[in-house]
């Protein structure tokens, strides 16, 4: 590993991280705790969306494929402490205070590199946000970030995003899955393969947000419901 460091290093140098430009598809609609149903019609109508949502990411299904490789392709995986967006009103850690969440579900990839070409990582993220009873607005403005590290965790090249969020006036969550067409990693030489990288994803959090996440607290907010809540669960 450290034989292989200064190369990564070189290669940042030598070349720009080049990075595509975000689409998004967005999901969700009537059925919301505003509708009108039970609990039962509710918990329905929430797993159909789970798995309408689940076809249309891929879930189970190579919806990503690899291509032939000159090696194997970077590791990508969520940061914990970013997994995570929880926004409280005056920062007090309850139901009843919740402003908006987020939540990074899954994240798919697939890689394509051969010779000393560099690595297309193509990405798929889907994401989880809900709107709590402090909300003001049906819009909110999430930021996120993708990563590019070395095996020893030296960040070289790192990306944020913007993403737009409007919740439908009767549902107090939104699904969406965002596609990273492009993401090129440089490398030195043939010799240098994906293993040597990973691509880390996250939202952008306040310190305060990431040690929420360390403690593995959660809220899954119900706008415009009475909240019984004192206190966050914990996983």
């Keep these: 590993m450290r034989r292989i460091r200064p190369y990564l290093f070189a290669a940042c140098t030598l070349f720009s991280f080049s990075w595509g430009v975000p689409t998004f598809a967005q999901y969700g609609g009537p059925g919301g705790p505003g509708g009108g149903g039970g609990p039962d019609q509710q918990q329905e109508e929430d797993d159909a969306k789970r798995k309408k ?116 006036s009767n549902d107090d969550r939104v699904t969406l899955t965002e596609t990273i067409p492009s993401l090129l990693i440089p490398r030195h030489d043939s010799k240098v393969s994906g293993a040597n990288f990973e691509v880390l994803v996250g939202f952008d959090v306040t310190p305060a947000m990431a040690e929420f996440n360390r403690q593995g607290k959660r809220f899954r907010p119900n706008a415009g419901v009475a909240a019984t809540e004192d206190a966050p669960s914990t996983q």
């Design 53 to 168: 949502r689940d076809e249309e990411f891929g879930v189970g299904n190579a919806a990503l494929p690899a291509l032939r490789n000159a090696g194997p392709c970077p590791y990508v995986k969520v940061l914990y402490d970013a997994a995570r967006y929880v926004e409280f009103k005056d920062n007090a850690e309850a139901s009843t205070a919740v402003i908006y969440t987020g939540e990074i579900e899954k994240v798919g990839s697939a890689c394509a590199y051969k010779l000393v070409e560099p690595i297309t990582i193509k990405m798929q993220i889907l994401f989880e946000f809900g709107r709590g009873p402090q909300a003001k607005s049906n819009r909110k403005l999430y930021h996120y970030w993708i990563a590019v590290t070395d095996r020893n965790r030296a960040v070289l090249a790192k990306q944020y995003f913007d993403l737009p969020v409007t919740f439908p």
